[in-house]
């Protein structure tokens, strides 16, 4: 058996040696080119932006550093990271076979718009390309329809999901629009125009019939079916990084629920944004806050008060799956506390659970137990976010 001290052999050293990529292929015109000449290219962008592109890693090898690179060049860190991955996007276009005339549009101006699909598989960047080249899609269009399409398998068990195609750009995008539309009240110009939207982009005739079912909604017949669909209680699954990413944001007081029942009664009543900035002002303090993005059913609230509950079995499921320990958000309206609706949820103090001094509750069992006021009316449930995508809560399973 060899000491501690033998030197290790040449195999040995052969298998530690740390990984070296190998630098990225420069197109042939430019590999003849002396250092000078290769920063020249890039401060005056010469040629095509994917083949420059590509002598920002060998720079980078040679020592250079993004800030260093843009000193020498004009070119910003942001950017040199922009150029590098479009160019690798593309890369992937052109060996996926895509037709010439298509990866063409990208020719002139493209490295912001297949930035944007980055995040996407090769199979689906691919579909996706040919989608915003036939819609002559700029870098924010571009942003949106990539969303919508890692955003759609998320979004399983929510209301007309099955009648959309993933494997289609334009109805990931058209599924997106037609989500949105249900944020609005029926009838209103703001659903009419989300639906419309929806329509215009949708690929499959299977979501098209979807949206026009949803566009003939009107309120006179269809009445009792779109009061139904205003009560039901949306369970939302945090995205990560959504918040940040979200254009709008909502910042609410929050309790724990085993602080009981003063805790709702005390939390700030009023919360508003001041000045330029938008600096959010509170009636009074606080130690506990959530930012939500600014969906509708939040925007809406005049005295909205979150409830942090340790275990999500303390709501009114109707089925096994969600039995297991979860922390969830409860938001609730304490401007509505009277139990109207049948089919509603609401926020109520219970001695019986406890170190937990809250649940939630249908309308029907409190109206058979003669219960008239509640603290609250729930608008939404909230659960945390999770890397791997899980079935999203459906209307039917709330008991």
């Not at 993933?166 to 659903?191: I, T, V």
């Not at 299977?206 to 949206?211: C, G, P, Q, W």
Request: hydrophobic letters at 35%; proline letters at 6%.
């Amino acid at each position: 058996m060899a000491s501690p001290s033998t030197p290790p052999t040449n195999q040995q050293q052969q298998l530690y040696q740390p990984f070296r990529p190998p630098p990225s292929p420069v197109p042939s015109k430019f590999r003849s080119l002396d250092l000078e000449a290769r920063l020249a290219i890039l401060r005056d962008r010469l040629g095509l932006w994917y083949e420059y592109a590509t002598l920002i890693p060998s720079l980078l090898q040679q020592g250079f550093s993004p800030s260093s690179l843009e000193e020498a060049t004009g070119i910003s860190g942001v950017e040199q990271n922009r150029l590098v991955v479009a160019a690798q996007v593309r890369d992937t276009l052109a060996q996926s076979k895509l037709d010439p005339e298509t990866l063409s549009f990208f020719d002139n101006g493209g490295a912001e718009i297949l930035y944007e699909i980055r995040l996407l598989s090769v199979t689906q960047r691919a579909a996706t390309a040919r989608y915003m080249v036939e819609n002559r899609f700029d870098a924010r269009a571009a942003q949106e329809l990539a969303r919508a399409i890692k955003d759609f398998p998320r979004r399983r068990g929510d209301k007309g999901w099955e009648s959309f195609n993933y494997l289609h750009p334009g109805d990931c995008l058209s599924f997106m629009y037609f989500r949105q539309s249900r944020e609005h009240k029926n009838p209103s110009d703001q659903r009419t125009s989300a639906l419309e939207r929806a329509l215009e982009v949708a690929e499959t005739e299977k979501a098209k019939e979807r949206i026009l079912d949803e566009l003939k909604v009107k309120s006179g017949g269809d009445e009792k079916e779109e009061i139904e669909v205003a009560i039901k209680v949306p369970v939302v699954r945090m995205k990560i990084g959504e918040v940040a990413e979200a254009s709008t944001v909502v910042v609410l007081p929050s309790c724990k629920a085993e602080e009981g029942e003063i805790a709702v009664v005390e939390a700030p009543e009023e919360c508003r944004s001041e000045g330029e900035f938008g600096v959010v002002a509170a009636e009074k303090g606080w130690k506990r806050w959530v930012v939500l993005p600014g969906w509708d059913p939040v925007v809406k609230l005049g005295s909205g008060v979150v409830v942090e509950f340790r275990d999500a079995r303390v709501l009114p499921w109707k089925v096994k799956r969600w039995y297991k320990e979860e922390s969830i958000l409860v938001v609730a309206d304490r401007q509505r506390k009277e139990v109207v609706a049948d089919d509603g949820f609401y926020l109520i103090s219970d001695s019986k659970q406890g170190d937990n001094g809250f649940k939630v509750e249908r309308g029907s069992k409190l109206k058979e137990l003669g219960v008239k006021d509640c603290m609250g009316s729930v608008v939404l449930v909230v659960r945390p976010p999770k890397e791997e995508i899980e079935d999203q809560l459906a209307d039917e399973d709330w008991e």
